[in-house]
């Protein structure tokens, strides 16, 4: 097979003091931090749809990105030189793993050209190659999913469907992407809720949806027992975008729901940098919730830009973000089934190949700094100590009889008529600001 980057050398460690555009001036992978390889802590994976698929088209205009592998009138013959080209990108990178949709692989069929039949047995011949190409590269896939909201059939959401004919459509095609997920040896499985959501309540049965959501999921937790399929569900937070209300809005939202409807145990969190602040919260915010309530899943990297209120999808590039997110994760226990899916795109002017290794090694880099901070933040615990000494009061036989419920208000009334007003302490916002920015270097 001739290589359709002859011109791009594999991405290679030269450390911080390096000049060249192309190599990780962090991310040395092999690397031991905390005990633990940089692999393994950070798990990057590239997501095909916005990396290979991606063609940067907007609202104002059609995409400006021409690919060579897109030069057949064949799909079929394109899907297969756009696998070629991605795992050969995966492997010069040096990533290990990658994501995909369903229909990203393999081009869905038409009725008239065979219908769902015709569209599994195109994923069958790409996934098959897919197979192959994972074999002689060695990189992995982190998790599969399916596309349940660009064909117009899904225009009013998939499992929230008014239509339990659209129900039913969705339900064979996750069926399928399970199947090609377990196939291809898949750590997890995503469920981000394309259009399960509303644009207007004045049309839409809310809780009715809600209870359909829960039922398509519990018939996919029980179909993966079936199919003996090992890797771990994700349902994915987004306040909105492309519906004016998604369901799954953030991770309390969706913690909310995964209780309600006894989902709790079947499905992790998956929290996309850009969806947090999208939701008024920040990346931090989302992945300490799951942390505290042992939900951390997996991760979408990415990031928004302050002045466009919409889902840009930018490659990751702030320390800060980056840092804080290392420090929930790293003292989280780190990843197990989950990983950093580069759920980005480059800019609509990055129109050159060698622009999406600029945007990878930046994002890896990115991360890997941040982590190498945040392990040293862990090991000097400058924060904890902080954090431990303000909860101190909890620690005292006092605080520990309200921490085990073994008081009540009577009690508290009796001990506050007794000491009087308590004690404040400053909360040293600016100081704890000033540790951080001083790990920065
Ligand atoms: C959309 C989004 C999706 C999911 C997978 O905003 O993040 O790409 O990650 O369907
Ligand atoms: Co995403």
Not at 423 to 430: D, I, K, L, T
């Amino acid at each position: 097979m001739p290589e359709f980057m002859p011109d791009i050398q594999p991405i290679r460690y030269e450390g911080p003091d390096t000049k060249n555009p192309l190599a990780f001036k962090y991310y040395n992978p092999r690397d031991k931090v905390l005990g633990k390889t940089m692999a393994d802590h950070l798990r990057f994976a590239v997501a095909y749809w916005h990396t290979f698929k991606g063609t940067g088209s907007d609202p104002f205009g059609p995409g400006t990105i021409l690919r060579d592998y897109n030069n057949s009138s064949d799909p079929m013959v394109v899907a297969e030189q756009t696998l070629r080209f991605a795992f050969e990108f995966f492997t010069k990178l040096g990533v290990n793993f990658w994501c995909f949709h369903d229909r990203d692989i393999a081009p869905e069929a038409t009725p008239a050209e065979g219908g769902l039949a015709e569209t599994n047995r195109r994923l069958d011949q790409i996934v098959k190659l897919a197979g192959k190409l994972q074999k002689d590269t060695g990189v992995k896939l982190l998790w599969g999913t399916a596309n349940l909201f660009s064909n117009r059939r899904y225009m009013a959401g998939a499992a929230t469907n008014p239509s339990p004919v659209v129900f039913a459509y969705a339900a064979a095609q996750v069926k399928k992407a399970l199947e090609i997920t377990k196939e291809l040896g898949g750590a997890g499985y995503v469920f981000w809720g394309g259009r399960e959501g509303y644009d207007t309540l004045l049309n839409t049965d809310m809780g009715r949806e809600l209870d359909h959501l829960a039922a398509f999921l519990h018939m996919a937790v029980d179909y993966k027992k079936a199919i003996g399929f090992k890797g771990q569900f994700y349902i994915e937070p987004k306040p909105k975008e492309p519906t004016k209300h998604q369901y799954d809005s953030d991770a309390a939202a969706c913690h909310a729901f995964l209780q309600k409807y006894d989902l709790v145990e079947h499905l992790k969190l998956n929290i996309e940098a850009h969806h947090a602040t999208l939701a008024g919260h920040t990346f931090h915010h989302e992945l300490a919730y799951c942390a505290a309530n042992g939900i951390l899943g997996s991760v979408d990297a990415n990031r928004g830009d302050e002045l466009l209120g919409w889902d840009t999808d930018q490659f990751p590039t702030n320390l800060y973000d980056t840092i804080l997110a290392m420090y929930i994760i790293t003292k989280a226990g780190g990843f197990t089934t989950g990983g950093f899916n580069f759920d980005a795109k480059v800019r609509r002017q990055s129109v050159d190949v060698v622009d999406l290794f600029h945007a990878h090694i930046g994002a890896m880099d990115a991360f890997a700094r941040g982590l190498k901070i945040a392990a040293r933040l862990i090991k000097d615990k400058p924060l904890d100590k902080f954090v431990a000494a303000r909860y101190k009061g909890w620690d005292s036989a006092f605080g520990k009889q309200i921490e085990e419920g073994k008081i009540g208000f009577v009690e508290l009334e009796q001990y506050t008529m007794k000491n009087g007003e308590p004690a404040v302490q400053s909360g040293r916002q600016e100081m704890l600001e000033n540790i951080l920015n001083d790990y920065i270097r």
